[in-house]
């Protein structure tokens, strides 16, 4: 079990520039639905830092609303997702995460973005699963995206958050 703290400092500024950038520019430089949730990358990371912490599921509820706010889609998919997924990553840290760098992280990581695609396109189509099926491979390719920036991001994201000062 990972009990580091974290820079409340780093991290406040670290999520408040995420989330402008997830909102602003990080969707202007993409297509289609290729576009990295980096605020979910930082949100895992503290996840990883403080599992015991409900103070993550704070501010997993701010980044899914705001996202919900300038998403486009129906209200409240992006929040339950974005809960869901941390509230799993949280569980499995706890549990599988006794060094912090290790490859259980990315392990951890992977699995977490796989969930949150995995919630955020069963509530985009609960109403029509053959669409599931038909766009199968353009899933498969975005969640295999989504995995490889999460893992790249999540190792520095938690140097930087779990760092420690010199005096």
């Known amino acids: ?27 202007q430089l993409f297509f289609d639905n290729y576009i990295p949730n980096i605020v979910l990358a930082l949100l895992l990371a503290v996840s990883a830092l403080d599992n015991r912490s409900i103070n993550i599921f704070y501010a997993a509820f701010v980044t899914g609303f705001v996202l919900d706010i300038f998403s486009g889609n129906y209200f409240g998919l992006i929040i339950i997702s974005i809960l869901f997924t941390i509230f799993i990553s949280s569980y499995l840290n706890y549990y599988f995460l006794k060094e912090l760098f290790s490859y259980n992280l990315f392990l951890v990581a992977s699995l977490a973005i796989l969930i949150y695609n995995t919630t955020y396109i069963f509530l985009i189509s609960i109403g029509d699963f053959g669409q599931i099926f038909f766009n199968l491979k353009q899933f498969l390719l975005i969640i295999v995206f989504q995995i490889i920036y999460t893992v790249i991001l999540i190792y520095p994201l938690a140097h930087i958050l779990s760092r420690k000062t010199c005096n």
């Open 1 to 27: 079990m990972i009990n580091g703290k974290i820079k409340n400092w780093t991290f406040i500024s670290l999520f408040l520039v995420f989330l402008f950038l997830q909102v602003t520019f990080i969707p």
